[in-house]
């Protein structure tokens, strides 16, 4: 069922381990940019390539930066009791992290009925000529922006929760 919906929407699959697996990553998104048009269907990318604890944007990797195009950095955090994206772990009510495993993932996430977020969609981010030539770059520019849009909505969700209390 999470194949065939995921199939539907257009996901790429890639196995980071595996470096035919990164190269036809690469390739279906520079043949996505290549065929867009205004109006098409846009591509969701997860440019961190993983989870973390929702403290920080990870480190980008380059690939969704190396056709040189426009992006629409989007930012987004989950203000429920329970975060979805920690799938490796979870902070204890000690505080303490520890591992977590798939199946008490899916038990936590099948146990709530909802998964409240909070999203910040920013302008469109043109890279300049030097962006456009180095991915690396690229990337790290607009990880930096993000970080801080990131970090802004944060403050927002955290006050808007101590006014709510």
Do not use: C
């Not at 043949?31 to 591509?43: A, I, T």
């Not at 195009?69 to 979805?84: E, F, K, M, N, S």
């Not at 930096?144 to 929760?161: D, I, N, P, S, W």
């Amino acid at each position: 069922l999470i194949g065939t919906f995921g199939e539907e929407i257009g996901v790429i699959e890639v196995d980071r381990g595996d470096k035919a697996s990164r190269q036809a990553t690469m390739q279906a998104i520079s043949e996505h940019v290549d065929q867009w048009k205004p109006g098409g269907r846009p591509l969701l990318l997860f440019p961190e390539g993983t989870t973390s604890n929702g403290e920080h944007v990870l480190p980008f990797k380059k690939g969704a930066f190396a056709p040189g195009v426009a992006v629409r950095p989007i930012v987004l955090t989950y203000t429920g009791d329970w975060h979805p994206a920690n799938t490796n772990f979870k902070t204890t009510s000690g505080g303490e992290i520890v591992s977590t495993g798939d199946a008490e993932w899916a038990q936590e996430f099948f146990g709530h009925l909802t998964h409240s977020l909070q999203v910040k969609v920013l302008p469109p981010y043109e890279p300049n000529a030097e962006e456009r030539a180095d991915p690396v770059l690229y990337a790290e520019n607009v990880h930096r922006l993000m970080e801080e849009e990131y970090q802004q909505l944060l403050t927002e969700v955290k006050r808007a929760g101590e006014e709510a209390a």
